[in-house]
């Protein structure tokens, strides 16, 4: 009985790293990364600026290739897949860039409807009914014919989402979604994207260094220090910590010796 | 020593290779097939934005060719047929050459700052990660445009020369309208209008070709890599024209000139 019980690794996983070393110019970025991020949850990586939460996504998603090691994504080994299944895979994902990458020459609504019409072959009746429900999912119903270049940090943020979301990934990637944003704008963009991940369940990764953020919207959190994840595990454990590190980070502790 | 010489060599032509093995990759996803109406909007946009640079350069170039063929040609009191030297060189090498020129400056910059800036913003990223191949998206219909549009671009340059070569030698020079345009197609046979046209498609996979790599494949992500793209779209776009002119005219009439 025992021992047909499944190890804990086996728990479905969405992205796991094993050994993962990344350098670039020899300075190791990511330096034998070992984490496994849970389905069906938000987990958000922590981390000072600089030590490599892009890297991470980006190897996850097979845009950057890892000098060791394997990046499962979906059940899929990244460096090992060929090009279809890794367009397949990426089919799988959306990703909100830091600073958006919205089509600039695309309305809201063109932008939104581009994987529709161009990765799913939608017909266009039901490209127009998807996209104003995901346009009122966002809040941003009757934002439809502006250029994103007329729009607020915080309204491309929310395009941005739609379009992530627009194929129904079974996994969303976010870096750093609220940086640049105020305060309050920074607020509604993290209830935005605990709200959708209730409502679709999926698995939600968000790389942030705004720890208020990251109390709000994390089912499990991770610190990413010196190339390593320093600690990984649901929020409550991870913000209870007592390690030294994971205490000065999230209680913003400057550095030891930095000037006041 | 071999070592010495092959590291050169490699460090050299690494560059080239990587070019070369980009058009071809970018051309065999031209061939798989695209939106027709991707490529007829970017030729149409291409040629708005290329031609009249390319008409006004060449018209001013064969006017300028037929004023100092004719001070030439007065020395032997041959200057009424200035019009067949025009012929000659200009449709045969010059205009051609300046269209190539004027269509790295124009669209060549454009393409190169325009991919450029969308690498910059992470769009091209954004198109990988829906699952589309950015290199047939977003390279090969531009390269098809080019490769459609540089010939138009080359017998548009021709016709401009002449005609300005025609304006000069009736209104300043005072030449006969029909004796100068006899010169003028004296000089130019059916032969050089398919050459002409041959090389324009030759030019436009040159410059289509390094427009969108240095666009596309620079490797760069700065905030100033847009300007640069183009720039170097330019200089890089013009040095190759020249280089693949000066082998064609070779390669065509270089043993009975
Ligand atoms: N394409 C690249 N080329 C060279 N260095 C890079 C590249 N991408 C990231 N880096 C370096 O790797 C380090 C980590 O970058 P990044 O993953 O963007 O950090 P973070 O997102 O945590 O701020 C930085 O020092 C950065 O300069
Ligand atoms: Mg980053």
């Known amino acids: ?260 | 020593m071999t070592t010495t010489w092959m590291r050169w060599l490699s460090a050299t032509m690494a560059t080239p290779l990587r070019f070369v093995a980009f058009v071809a990759r970018a051309a065999a996803a031209a061939l798989r097939g695209m939106p027709a109406i991707d490529v007829a909007l970017l030729t149409s946009r291409l040629l708005v934005r290329s031609l009249p640079i390319v008409v006004v350069v060449n018209f001013f170039c064969g006017a300028m060719l037929t004023v100092q063929a004719a001070a030439s040609l007065q020395i032997f009191g041959a200057a009424s047929m200035s019009g067949v030297i025009v012929g000659f060189g200009g449709v045969r090498e010059v205009f051609p050459l300046l269209a190539g020129g004027a269509l790295a400056a124009r669209s060549g910059a454009e393409i190169a700052s325009q991919l450029q800036a969308m690498r910059v913003t992470r769009q091209i990223e954004a198109l990988a990660m829906m699952g589309l191949d950015p290199l047939a998206l977003l390279v090969a219909p531009r390269l098809l445009a080019c490769v459609f549009g540089a010939p138009l671009c080359v017998l548009a340059a021709m016709l401009a020369g002449l005609f300005g070569a025609q304006a000069v030698g009736t209104l300043q020079l005072g030449i006969d309208g029909g004796t100068m345009w006899a010169a003028l197609l004296s000089g130019v046979s059916r032969f050089d209008v398919v050459v002409g046209a041959v090389r324009g498609v030759l030019l436009g996979v040159l410059v289509g070709g390094v427009a969108t790599f240095e666009g596309f494949a620079s490797g760069d992500n700065d905030a100033a890599s847009v300007g640069r793209a183009a720039h170097h779209a330019v200089i890089r776009g013009m040095v190759v024209v020249c280089a693949a002119c000066l082998l064609l005219s070779w390669l065509i009439y270089g043993r009975h000139a």
């Open chain 1, 1 to 260: 009985m025992t021992s047909s019980m499944p190890a804990p690794a086996a728990r479905s996983a969405a992205i796991e790293l094993v050994g993962v070393t990344r350098r670039f110019s020899a300075r190791a970025v990511l330096d034998d990364v070992n984490v496994a991020i849970a389905a069906g949850r938000t987990t958000v990586l922590l981390g000072p600026s600089g030590t490599g939460k892009s890297t991470l996504l980006r190897l996850a998603t097979g845009l950057l290739s890892p000098d060791a090691g394997v990046v499962r994504t979906l059940g899929v080994d990244v460096f090992a897949a060929k090009k279809p299944s890794l367009l397949q895979l990426r089919r799988r994902m959306g990703m909100l860039f830091q600073d958006n990458a919205l089509f600039g020459s695309l309305s809201v609504f063109d932008n939104i409807a581009f994987p529709l019409r161009r990765v799913a072959r939608t017909p266009e009746a039901d490209v127009r009914r998807r996209v104003d429900e995901l346009l009122a999912l966002v809040g941003l119903s009757g934002f439809g014919e502006r250029l994103p270049d007329r729009l607020s940090g915080g309204q491309r943020k929310r395009v941005a989402l739609a379009r992530a979301i627009a194929l129904e990934p079974e996994l969303v990637l976010f870096d750093e979604p609220t940086s640049g944003l105020d305060p309050q704008t920074s607020a509604s963009i993290d209830q935005l994207i605990r709200a959708t991940q209730r409502r679709l369940g999926i698995t939600f990764v968000v790389i942030t260094h705004d720890i208020e953020s990251a109390a709000l919207i994390a089912d499990d959190a991770g610190l990413l220090l010196d190339g390593k994840v320093h600690v990984f595990g649901d929020r409550a454990t991870v913000w209870a910590s007592t390690d030294p590190r994971v205490r000065a980070f999230l209680d913003r502790a400057p550095p030891a010796g930095a000037p006041r």
